[in-house]
């Protein structure tokens, strides 16, 4: 295992927060359990945090900016602060650089903070956080709920990064 990240980054939807489909409310905003201990740790170590979104119900007209920015202050007076907020509004047919997978919230995130890539961990529930991590050159951590397919938990696994909650996530990448 190489050294510990110089920034972490957290998806927000099922990772920090309870996974609500396209929710534009902030009163349904519910943290995921261990996230507020996870984020002390990192913070204690002097590490800045940040979170990496997707949030494609603006493209499908289910939300509108304001409301993912609403929920995101919501998340932030429950979990913040955060030294990076990257989100990103576009759906799978806009070819956007930005939607994780794709590495450009990755990118842009370690650019705001003046940290390489290499240097940065991305912590997610789904496969396509995994995907951004490896797309930047960045490190990863699948933290599965009940809705992670489970070959992505598998192959999470068998790549050693693989953890049951938050806490162990941030064990794993050396804030022990
Ligand atoms: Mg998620
Ligand atoms: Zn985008």
Redesign the pocket.
Same mark, same amino acid.
């Given at each position: 295992m190489s050294a510990r990240p110089q920034a972490v980054l957290f &998806?927000? !939807? #099922?990772?920090l927060v309870v !996974?609500v489909p396209y929710n534009g409310d902030p009163a349904a905003v519910a943290p995921m359990p261990a996230a507020a201990a996870a984020l002390d740790r990192v913070r204690a170590a002097g590490v800045p945090v940040g979170v990496v979104?997707?949030q494609s119900g603006v493209a499908r007209g289910l939300l509108d900016p304001a409301q993912v920015i609403a929920v995101n202050a919501r998340v932030e007076e429950l979990l913040g602060p955060f030294a990076v907020w990257q989100w990103c509004p576009h759906g799978d047919g806009d070819g956007c650089p930005r939607r994780k997978p794709a590495p450009g919230m990755v990118l842009d995130a370690a650019a705001a903070l003046g940290v390489a890539p290499g240097e940065v961990a991305v912590i #997610? !529930?789904?496969a396509? &956080?995994v995907g951004a991590a490896d797309a930047a050159g960045a490190r990863a951590v699948l933290v599965p709920t009940a809705a992670t397919r489970g070959e992505e938990v598998e192959d999470a696994r068998a790549r050693g990064r693989l953890a049951d909650d938050l806490l162990g996530a941030v064990t794993l990448l050396g804030f022990a």
């Open positions: &998806d927000r !939807d #099922g990772t !996974d979104s997707n #997610g !529930d789904i396509a &956080d």
